[in-house]
T-cell receptor, first 117, second 114 residues
Framework: GAVVSQHPSWVICKSGTSVKIECRSLDFQATTMFWYRQFPKQSLMLMATSNEGSKATYEQGVEKDKFLINHASLTLSTLTVTSAHPEDSSFYIC?????????????FGQGTRLTVV | AQSVSQHNHHVILSEAASLELGCNYSYGGTVNLFWYVQYPGQHLQLLLKYFSGDPLVKGIKGFEAEFIKSKFSFNLRKPSVQWSDTAEYFCAVNAGGGADGLTFGKGTHLIIQP
């Protein structure tokens, strides 16, 4: 099956610094990628839709200036958590679907555990 | 807006027992339905999906789900569970075109006792 890779798998950063998370589709092209956030013992919440070559679409309540998304190519999307604070600590997961022109399932990265201290 | 409700947050079963996990969704239009599984320390994996056609969908590892449109349900079943089925199970939905992100249920933590 298709593979989506996230890097890093985990990161610890100091409060006030920025952290970049990468999401790559390894063996397919993805016009659209999605970023989710998962709090402990809770479900995944869609944060934003990353569109190659255009601005990301953010879900209601997600600060676009805090969570910067760049989708520079058909295989790479990045999420930058700017001026991170402890409340940003969470599990961030990306997904992508192959660009086949028909409906298909989303493939998920392994997630990135962010801890802000 | 879509919403997904999973009725059981924690389920504990013995090996060989039958499993049914409930999932109901709220959305007025055509939907795509999914069940994902997350084994401890691993990423989400697709168990099965429904786009259209036969409402009884068979997935990997002996799982199946039935889409009942009138009940807005997509319950997951397995006739005989194994210890290795211990995992977190998520029901998810997106709108019919399939281009949107997924709306997930809260998940069901399944523990299978040997």
């Amino acid at each position: 099956g298709a593979v989506v890779s996230q890097h890093p798998s985990w990161v610890i950063c100091k409060s006030g610094t920025s952290v970049k998370i990468e999401c790559r589709s390894l063996d397919f092209q993805a016009t659209t990628m999605f970023w989710y956030r998962q709090f402990p013992k809770q479900s995944l919440m869609l944060m934003a839709t990353s569109n190659e070559g255009s601005k990301a679409t953010y879900e209601q309540g997600v600060e676009k200036d805090k969570f910067l998304i760049n989708h520079a190519s058909l295989t790479l999307s990045t999420l930058t958590v700017t001026s991170a604070h402890p409340e940003d600590s969470s599990f961030y997961i990306c997904s992508a679907s192959p660009r086949t022109g028909r409906r298909t399932e989303a493939f998920f990265g392994q997630g990135t555990r962010l801890t802000v201290v | 807006a879509q919403s997904v409700s999973q009725h059981n947050h924690h389920v504990i079963l013995s090996e060989a027992a039958s499993l049914e996990l409930g999932c109901n969704y709220s959305y007025g239009g055509t939907v795509n339905l999914f069940w994902y599984v997350q084994y401890p320390g691993q990423h989400l994996q697709l168990l099965l999906k429904y786009f259209s056609g036969d409402p009884l969908v068979k997935g990997i590892k002996g799982f199946e789900a039935e889409f009942i449109k009138s009940k807005f349900s997509f319950n997951l079943r397995k006739p005989s569970v194994q210890w290795s089925d211990t995992a977190e199970y998520f029901c998810a939905v997106n709108a019919g075109g399939g281009a949107d992100g997924l709306t997930f249920g809260k998940g069901t933590h399944l523990i299978i006792q040997p």
